[in-house]
Structures are given as structure tokens and as C-alpha cells.
């Protein structure tokens, strides 16, 4: 494997994906787009970047294991016993699989993350 097979992670480059929500997950306002760089041949390893307007989303449980490093703007992730954790522009954080609760973007936010998907290892 060479060069070639290495991949920029830029803000608005790869594959854009816009995931969908069980209905009533998301406020009104809850918008936003992933551009995947990159995934493994099975797609259990994934990331890029993403972005998103003010607004929040239930997730109940979270699909997959997160890293996120942010860009810009600001996100709350609060637990469904009311506990909180807010992280802006310079920080990164780990969601993992099976959280129970909201995500909110509380200003517009870009971040890189990388996802991995439950199953089997990545290839």
C-alpha cells in the first residue's frame, strides 16, 4: 500500500452523506451534513468531517463508537439522567456506542471525526 492510499480530511471533501433519524429524533431546526474522507473495505471504520446548524437530536442509543475533534462552533451532549458535557472549537471528545441521549449543536459546528461501526473488526 502507497501513498495513494492516504486521504486529506478537509471541511466539505468526500462523500456527503446526510444520516437519516427515526422520526421525532430531531427539532425542526436539526440540520447537518458529513463529508466522508474515508472508510474501510467492510465500512465499520469511517470519517471525515461534518456540519451542523443549531438544534438537537435524541439518540437513544448512539449507532456507533465516535471520536469528534471540533473545529468550530459549540455541542452539548447530554445523558438521558440529565447529565451534560459541552465541548467547543480546540476539543475532542469520545461518544461511545450505546449512549442514551441528545445531542445538541448549540451554534453552528464543524468537526473531524472518525466513526467505527459495531461488528467486526475494521480491515
Do not use: H, N
Not at 2 to 29: C, K, L, N
Not at 31 to 55: H, I, N, Q
Request: charged share 25%; net charge negative.
Amino acid at each position: 500500500m502507497g501513498v495513494d492510499q492516504i486521504r486529506a480530511i478537509r471541511m466539505g471533501e468526500g462523500d456527503v452523506v446526510e444520516p437519516e433519524w427515526p422520526e421525532g429524533d430531531a427539532s425542526p431546526t436539526w440540520s447537518e451534513k458529513e463529508y466522508r474522507s474515508f472508510a474501510d473495505a467492510t465500512g465499520t471504520l469511517f470519517g471525515g468531517t461534518w456540519e451542523g446548524a443549531p438544534g438537537s437530536l435524541r439518540m437513544d442509543p448512539y449507532p456507533y463508537d465516535e471520536v469528534c475533534v471540533m473545529l468550530t462552533g459549540r455541542v452539548a451532549l447530554v445523558d438521558v439522567d440529565g447529565g451534560r458535557r459541552e465541548f467547543g472549537a480546540g476539543e475532542a471528545f469520545f461518544v461511545p456506542r450505546g449512549f442514551r441521549g441528545t445531542w445538541e449543536t448549540l451554534e453552528p459546528s464543524q468537526k473531524i471525526f472518525v466513526g467505527m461501526q459495531p461488528g467486526t473488526e475494521p480491515a
